[in-house]
């Protein structure tokens, strides 16, 4: 007899290698201390690690009220999509001698047989196809004369779930629950040490929950909210929201933010100007601060100052890491007293600073009801609403951010070109977007028009050169602003020209009203009677090569003579009479400072024209753009580029975007005989005529 009871003994310890069991190395730290300190690391949290959200852990000190939340669950949940386990009732079936045995073995032998039981409710999660609800405990801390507890399973545990909710219970409310529980003897512990206990399992937890890619949060008893309805609410919410369900429904916000801020969808504007504020535009970032001590001015090392690590110290802005914040911000800390978290919000409101560039824009646009402004924030959005309201712009501005302290949405970099391609799709709006860091790109590369606002000193983003340059490699056309007039600029000129803020060509080129999406730059004069006239000879397939060329002087002659004039004043010369007298004649203003540049092969008949009208001006032939020199600009006030045809745009961009690294100001102008009119609603040359007040392309029929 005694034998077999030493084999039944050997077979608790070594749990059998067959396939089912060996994905158990793999959570079983055999060589982990009997006995560790539930602390938070001083490192950043890693990247968290998407998740199928399946498996949600209860846990809580013994006497918190998990068995009793898992059968109120049971209720409330049902069993058709849910399984429920307490995972201390699944080692009796699994353990031979059961859970005396298992009591008595080894913790690195129990940690082995946990491993078996995880392994179990995985297999029959996935079998079934439904979710699970798993009790289970953390750490064992009965002794009170022990500096410290014991923690019960490895750390891979923890990969089994999806979400740990902690059950938050005072300690007094569970030393009364221990005292008057007649069915389990427990040893008698102070409400002190219970509450000791208690956070040490919440930082253990959090720190380890963290780590593993693992959502944490608390469950606490609300003044209005049963912890039972908290725990129904969270895990329903959490079972169907993924990150697309995340995306609609802050698509849905928006549409509703718009439609009840211009509810005549006539009146509704056409032009967006979308801007993703953070600590870059924001001196005092709202998140970073709301861990801030308010009379030492100190950060405090606590788990929640640790989890807004995750999210404001470190790049990793997924959906996952603003989730978990969000979770964060549902905690008791923050509803315990209304009152004090209010005037936590409004004393980081009041220290929040919007740079003044940034609020001489918008309060540039905000008289006009053909812009509309909406700012995005990966944040809380009623903290900066506060401070959008102080600076006069509340009612004018609107926040899309994350609804922190519910269990609500968040808003992501995905989300935020989603935001700008709803404003596109469903109101047919013309969309300027303004970004500061890598985040911002793929927001950037949704809109019409993206400039990238650059900063100093330490809120710089250090990296963004790289992403943006790749970015504008593969097809992104942006500008830059910087902030203040001194900081560096990014990249060449050339890749990312410059724009002013404040500029009024800035302002002019946002609130103006297009026909079209490249407006009142692009002249187009087929329906004028001369215009008839020379479309009709240009199609006249019989003229001569020589009268081909005449016609198109006469077309270079009338589009310069005709269109120009109305953008560039005329100024008057004396003008010298055949008997000795004078007389006033007109000409372009500071015609002498006008080069033309004729781009050849090919367009030099169309050049010539435009030279009879002005023949002051300088002449050049540029079979490329590096022909044109910078001595032929300098000085200069308008230069006038000729093409014949311009199909794609491709290559007269490459002339306009080399003139203006060479001359930032310069007054430019396209002429050609015929334009793809696909070509002005969209790409480079389309944004450019949009934004840029000294560009304008004058046509003489559209294609």
């Given at each position: 007899?005694?034998?077999?009871?030493?084999?039944?003994?050997?077979?608790?310890?070594?749990?059998?290698?067959?396939?089912?069991?060996?994905?158990?190395?793999?959570?079983?730290?055999?060589?982990?201390?009997?006995?560790?300190?539930?602390?938070?690391?001083?490192?950043?949290?890693?990247?968290?690690?998407?998740?199928?959200?399946?498996?949600?852990?209860?846990?809580?000190?013994?006497?918190?009220?998990?068995?009793?939340?898992?059968?109120?669950?049971?209720?409330?949940?049902?069993?058709?999509?849910?399984?429920?386990?307490?995972?201390?009732?699944?080692?009796?079936?699994?353990?031979?001698?059961?859970?005396?045995?298992?009591?008595?073995?080894?913790?690195?032998?129990?940690?082995?047989?946990?491993?078996?039981?995880?392994?179990?409710?995985?297999?029959?999660?996935?079998?079934?196809?439904?979710?699970?609800?798993?009790?289970?405990?953390?750490?064992?801390?009965?002794?009170?004369?022990?500096?410290?507890?014991?923690?019960?399973?490895?750390?891979?545990?923890?990969?089994?779930?999806?979400?740990?909710?902690?059950?938050?219970?005072?300690?007094?409310?569970?030393?009364?629950?221990?005292?008057?529980?007649?069915?389990?003897?427990?040893?008698?512990?102070?409400?002190?040490?219970?509450?000791?206990?208690?956070?040490?399992?919440?930082?253990?937890?959090?720190?380890l929950c963290y780590e593993h890619g693992v959502y944490f949060t608390t469950l606490w008893q609300r003044p209005q909210q049963?912890?039972?309805?908290?725990?129904?609410?969270?895990?329903?919410?959490?079972?169907?929201?993924?990150?697309?369900?995340?995306?609609?429904?802050?698509?849905?916000?928006?549409?509703?933010?718009?439609?009840?801020?211009?509810?005549?969808?006539?009146?509704?504007?056409?032009?967006?100007?979308?801007?993703?504020?953070?600590?870059?535009?924001?001196?005092?970032?709202?998140?970073?601060?709301?861990?801030?001590?308010?009379?030492?001015?100190?950060?405090?090392?606590?788990?929640?100052?640790?989890?807004?690590?995750?999210?404001?110290?470190?790049?990793?802005?997924?959906?996952?890491?603003?989730?978990?914040?969000?979770?964060?911000?549902?905690?008791?800390?923050f509803h315990e007293n209304p009152l004090k978290t209010e005037e936590l919000r409004s004393s980081i409101a009041a220290r929040?600073?919007?740079?003044?560039?940034?609020?001489?824009?918008?309060?540039?646009?905000?008289?006009?009801?053909?812009?509309?402004?909406?700012?995005?924030?990966?944040?809380?959005?009623?903290?900066?609403?506060?401070?959008?309201?102080?600076?006069?712009?509340?009612?004018?501005?609107?926040?899309?951010?994350?609804?922190?302290?519910?269990?609500?949405?968040?808003?992501?970099?995905?989300?935020?070109?989603?935001?700008?391609?709803?404003?596109?799709?469903?109101?047919?709006?013309?969309?300027?977007?303004?970004?500061?860091?890598?985040?911002?790109?793929?927001?950037?590369?949704?809109?019409?028009?993206?400039?990238?606002?650059?900063?100093?000193?330490?809120?710089?983003?250090?990296?963004?050169?790289?992403?943006?340059?790749?970015?504008?490699?593969?097809?992104?056309?942006?500008?830059?602003?910087?902030?203040?007039?001194?900081?560096?600029?990014?990249?060449?000129?050339?890749?990312?020209?410059?724009?002013?803020?404040?500029?009024?060509?800035?302002?002019?080129?946002?609130?103006?009203?297009?026909?079209?999406?490249?407006?009142?730059?692009?002249?187009?004069?087929?329906?004028?009677?001369?215009?008839?006239?020379?479309?009709?000879?240009?199609?006249?397939?019989?003229?001569?090569?020589?009268?081909?060329?005449?016609?198109?002087?006469?077309?270079?002659?009338?589009?310069?003579?005709?269109?120009?004039?109305?953008?560039?004043?005329?100024?008057?010369?004396?003008?010298?009479?055949?008997?000795?007298?004078?007389?006033?004649?007109?000409?372009?203003?500071?015609?002498?400072?006008?080069?033309?540049?004729?781009?050849?092969?090919?367009?030099?008949?169309?050049?010539?024209?435009?030279?009879?009208?002005?023949?002051?001006?300088?002449?050049?032939?540029?079979?490329?753009?590096?022909?044109?020199?910078?001595?032929?600009?300098?000085?200069?006030?308008?230069?006038?580029?000729?093409?014949?045809?311009?199909?794609?745009?491709?290559?007269m961009m490459g002339f306009v975007e080399h003139v203006r690294t060479l001359h930032p100001t310069i007054f430019i102008v396209?002429?050609?005989?015929?334009?793809?009119?696909?070509?002005?609603?969209?790409?480079?040359?389309?944004?450019?005529?949009?934004?840029?007040?000294?560009?304008?392309?004058?046509?003489?029929?559209?294609?």
């Amino acid at each position: 007899m005694a034998s077999t009871n030493e084999n039944t003994a050997d077979e608790a310890r070594r749990p059998s290698q067959d396939s089912e069991d060996s994905a158990t190395s793999e959570i079983v730290v055999a060589q982990a201390p009997a006995k560790q300190k539930a602390s938070l690391s001083t490192e950043s949290p890693p990247y968290r690690k998407s998740k199928p959200n399946n498996i949600f852990g209860l846990y809580g000190l013994p006497g918190s009220g998990k068995t009793h939340l898992s059968e109120a669950l049971k209720s409330r949940l049902g069993h058709i999509n849910f399984l429920f386990y307490e995972l201390w009732e699944i080692l009796p079936e699994i353990v031979p001698g059961g859970l005396p045995r298992f009591q008595s073995l080894s913790r690195d032998h129990q940690t082995q047989w946990r491993g078996r039981a995880i392994n179990k409710i995985r297999k029959d999660c996935k079998e079934a196809g439904k979710a699970a609800i798993v009790t289970d405990l953390y750490m064992a801390w009965e002794d009170s004369d022990d500096n410290s507890g014991e923690i019960l399973h490895a750390a891979k545990g923890l990969d089994l779930y999806s979400y740990i909710l902690y059950l938050d219970v005072p300690g007094e409310l569970i030393w009364c629950r221990r005292s008057n529980d007649p069915e389990r003897q427990r040893p008698v512990l102070s409400a002190a040490h219970l509450d000791k206990w208690a956070r040490a399992e919440k930082n253990g937890l959090r720190k380890l929950c963290y780590e593993h890619g693992v959502y944490f949060t608390t469950l606490w008893q609300r003044p209005q909210q049963s912890m039972e309805e908290d725990a129904e609410h969270l895990i329903r919410d959490s079972f169907h929201l993924t990150e697309e369900e995340n995306s609609m429904r802050i698509e849905k916000k928006l549409v509703s933010t718009v439609e009840s801020a211009w509810p005549d969808k006539f009146d509704r504007p056409k032009t967006f100007l979308v801007m993703h504020i953070d600590k870059t535009l924001a001196a005092g970032y709202a998140g970073g601060m709301f861990w801030w001590d308010k009379e030492g001015g100190h950060q405090q090392h606590t788990p929640a100052a640790e989890a807004t690590r995750l999210l404001y110290l470190t790049w990793e802005y997924t959906y996952q890491s603003l989730r978990q914040v969000a979770l964060l911000y549902a905690e008791k800390p923050f509803h315990e007293n209304p009152l004090k978290t209010e005037e936590l919000r409004s004393s980081i409101a009041a220290r929040v600073r919007i740079k003044p560039q940034v609020l001489n824009l918008l309060h540039g646009v905000k008289t006009y009801s053909s812009v509309g402004t909406i700012v995005t924030t990966f944040d809380q959005g009623h903290i900066l609403k506060t401070v959008l309201e102080r600076e006069g712009l509340g009612s004018t501005v609107k926040v899309i951010g994350a609804d922190f302290g519910t269990f609500g949405s968040v808003v992501t970099p995905e989300v935020q070109a989603r935001l700008v391609k709803k404003l596109q799709q469903r109101y047919s709006a013309y969309v300027w977007a303004f970004g500061v860091n890598p985040l911002d790109l793929t927001m950037l590369k949704a809109v019409n028009e993206a400039i990238v606002l650059v900063t100093d000193g330490k809120v710089r983003s250090q990296s963004m050169d790289e992403p943006l340059a790749e970015a504008i490699e593969e097809g992104l056309f942006a500008h830059q602003a910087v902030i203040p007039t001194s900081a560096v600029p990014r990249l060449e000129m050339a890749t990312l020209p410059l724009v002013d803020l404040e500029s009024s060509d800035l302002h002019d080129a946002i609130i103006c009203r297009r026909n079209g999406p490249s407006g009142s730059r692009v002249i187009e004069r087929s329906s004028s009677p001369a215009g008839k006239l020379l479309v009709s000879r240009i199609r006249e397939r019989s003229i001569a090569r020589s009268e081909s060329d005449d016609v198109y002087r006469r077309v270079g002659w009338y589009l310069a003579a005709d269109a120009l004039p109305n953008h560039i004043s005329l100024e008057t010369y004396l003008l010298p009479q055949a008997q000795g007298e004078e007389t006033h004649g007109c000409r372009l203003l500071d015609e002498q400072k006008t080069t033309i540049v004729a781009r050849m092969p090919g367009d030099e008949a169309l050049a010539l024209g435009v030279l009879e009208a002005f023949p002051l001006a300088k002449f050049v032939k540029a079979t490329r753009p590096a022909d044109v020199q910078l001595h032929h600009l300098r000085d200069q006030k308008t230069v006038i580029l000729v093409d014949k045809a311009v199909k794609s745009g491709r290559s007269m961009m490459g002339f306009v975007e080399h003139v203006r690294t060479l001359h930032p100001t310069i007054f430019i102008v396209i002429i050609t005989s015929v334009v793809q009119e696909e070509i002005l609603s969209k790409g480079k040359l389309a944004r450019a005529l949009t934004w840029d007040v000294n560009f304008f392309l004058f046509t003489l029929r559209l294609r």
